[in-house]
């Protein structure tokens, strides 16, 4: 199965919890008495979404990663949406952002900390270098690497940042609670 029919496929079924929902209350309206729509809710929302949290989240080819990663503005609302009907729901959501956030950094680190120069082929070159040219071109070259790998550092960790906000403003209804986690998760990455 390729990847797109996979994502198609995860769709398909967000919208026919969401679709499910929608039916069961309207069933609820037309036959059953105006009392009888809350609890039925809750037995839908209980059996269908609270079971199942984790398990949206976690999906490896359809869960949040990859609809952040493609920036699956929509499903990520649709998924918000229906996180919010539950209790547990916008909290496991929080804790899943905090964790994606955290590896990402991660991820950024590792990479430019790859990039730093433990290439022995690197320090060889830089040696060559340094006895043809002159030790200060060396160090200067050496100088300007270092600078280029922050500079991109910076860029990634800002480009996080950005992606994260939209995320927020324009999936997850600008929640203060979402806001406030990944921003404290943003904040400690910068410590020492």
């Given amino acids: 199965m390729r990847f797109a029919e996979v994502i198609r496929l995860s769709v398909d079924r967000e919208l026919q919890v ?3 929902l929608d039916q069961e209350e309207s069933q609820a309206l037309h036959f059953l ?9 809750r ?11 984790s398990t949206i989240i976690a999906m490896p ?17 649709r998924l918000y949406r229906l996180f919010s009907m539950v209790p547990a729901g916008v909290p496991t959501l929080r804790k899943a952002l905090r964790e994606t956030v955290i590896r ?18 690197d320090e ?3 040696e ?14 050496a100088g300007s690497q270092v600078l280029s790998l922050a500079l991109k550092w910076v860029q990634d960790v800002l480009d996080m940042k950005d992606k994260f906000d939209s995320i927020w403003a324009d999936a997850l ?10 921003n404290e998760v943003c904040a400690l990455r910068a410590d020492p």
């Fill in 18 to 20: 969401e679709s499910r």
């Fill in 33 to 41: 008495s105006s009392q009888t729509s809350q609890p039925l809710r």
């Fill in 43 to 53: 037995i839908l929302e209980d059996k269908l979404i609270s079971p199942h949290l």
């Fill in 61 to 77: 080819n359809s869960g949040l990663d990859v609809m952040i990663d493609l920036d699956k503005f929509d499903d990520l609302a």
């Fill in 104 to 121: 990402r950094g991660r991820d950024i680190n590792s990479a430019s900390a790859s990039m730093e120069g433990d290439d022995p082929q």
């Fill in 124 to 126: 060889e070159m830089a």
């Fill in 128 to 141: 060559k270098i340094s006895k043809a040219k002159g030790k200060g071109k060396a160090r200067a070259n």
């Fill in 173 to 182: 209804k600008n929640d203060r609670e979402i806001e406030s986690s990944v």
